[in-house]
């Protein structure tokens, strides 16, 4: 019993840091708006990387409720629904940081700036630490959660909405190959933006399931005996 309370203090810690985290580097983003790809005030949640740390840090601030019920002994675990939605916070940030570790960091050097230029500032949090928190946190404390195959596909929706929303404001400014609503540089990449497209829902997808797996999520079919 003791050790149970220990690790749900444990993960109640872990997740009240990314609350933090996301809180702090929401703030230096809306009232600075420092660095690279970075906009003051409202003009920020036009970002994935603002968007999906937001979402992120929702659902942390609710499962620490969930946590400190357990903790007190009022309920057994974490409702699915909010177990999912952490899930799909998890996989957003995994998102948000490949993207930026193997497109928009590789991108700055080829416009004459520095890779390190996206971990400065509130994108620290953002791009970094944020996302490494996550994974390390689910990895760590929501093991063996069983859940259907199909669950795998929830954290997708993210990156679907999301590209839906960018090419909406693309074809209504007529942007593309241009760069002032093509803040992301994904229509004057060398790669072709619906190739693009795919590869970032493919790699979500990836995450997803590779996460999905990681942490014992998978319910195992018993074998039948002969």
């Not at 998890?90 to 004459?112: N, R």
Request: hydrophobic share 50%.
């Amino acid at each position: 019993m003791e050790k149970k309370k220990l690790f749900n203090i444990s993960r109640i810690l872990v997740d009240s840091l990314i609350v933090i985290f996301v809180l702090a580097s929401t703030l230096m983003m809306a009232f600075r708006g420092q660095g690279s790809l970075a906009s003051k005030g409202v003009e920020m949640f036009k970002y994935y990387t603002v968007d999906s740390n937001i979402l992120m840090g929702i659902a942390a601030l609710i499962k620490i409720y969930f946590d400190i019920e357990i903790t007190l002994g009022k309920i057994q675990k974490v409702p699915l629904w909010s177990h999912l939605l952490y899930f799909v916070g998890v996989v957003a940030l995994s998102v948000t940081f490949l993207t930026v570790v193997f497109f928009l960091a590789p991108m700055k050097i080829v416009h004459g700036g520095s890779y390190f230029d996206s971990f400065q500032y509130a994108n620290t949090f953002m791009h970094l630490l944020n996302p490494i928190l996550s994974v390390l946190g689910f990895l760590l404390f929501e093991r063996n959660r069983k859940m259907n195959m199909c669950w795998s596909l929830l954290p997708v929706s993210s990156v679907f909405i999301y590209a839906i929303y960018y090419l909406i404001q693309l074809f209504i400014h007529d942007s593309f190959g241009k760069s002032e609503y093509d803040w992301y540089g994904f229509t004057t990449s060398p790669i072709p933006w619906p190739v693009f497209l795919l590869v970032m829902i493919g790699a979500g997808y990836l995450v997803s399931l590779g996460l999905f797996y990681a942490s014992g999520s998978h319910v195992r079919k018993e074998k039948t005996k002969v």
